[in-house]
Nanobody
Framework: QVQVVESGGGLVQPGGSLRLSCAAS????????MGWYRQAPGKQRELVAT???????NYADSVKGRFTISRDNTKNAVYLQMNSLKPEDTAVYYC?????????????WGQGTQVTVSS
């Protein structure tokens, strides 16, 4: 059974920092590209950052220079370090695991963790 579980969300003041964690089980973790997505109220879910199984990272323009994604394959975990947080970063943050092995695509989502940036 596949499980993807996020943690680390909460309330933080503008300019503050948070570190999100995501633990995955039931998958061959080091084969998957891992990602963080977010969804604000009334908006579509959007990409925040991804990291391939080889460590190549990709970021949304809105978070470049402020957020850092990393992974620890020994712990089946992926992290999102968020610095210089802004109110517009407020959203539910979701962890995503994806493996593409043509013609198949395997994708798993966590339940989300709320991040609120407010004074």
């Amino acid at each position: 059974q596949v499980q993807v579980v996020e943690s680390g969300g909460g309330l933080v003041q503008p300019g503050g920092s948070l570190r999100l964690s995501c633990a995955a089980s039931g998958i061959i973790f080091n084969a998957y590209t891992m990602g963080w997505y977010r969804q604000a109220p009334g908006k579509q879910r959007e990409l925040v950052a991804t990291i391939t199984n080889r460590g190549t990272t990709n970021y949304a323009d809105s978070v470049k220079g402020r957020f850092t994604i990393s992974r620890d394959n020994t712990k089946n975990a992926v992290y999102l370090q968020m610095n210089s947080l802004k109110p517009e970063d407020t959203a539910v943050y979701y962890c995503n695991a994806v493996l593409e092995s043509s013609p198949y695509k395997y994708m798993h989502w966590g339940q989300g963790t709320q991040v609120t940036v407010s004074s």
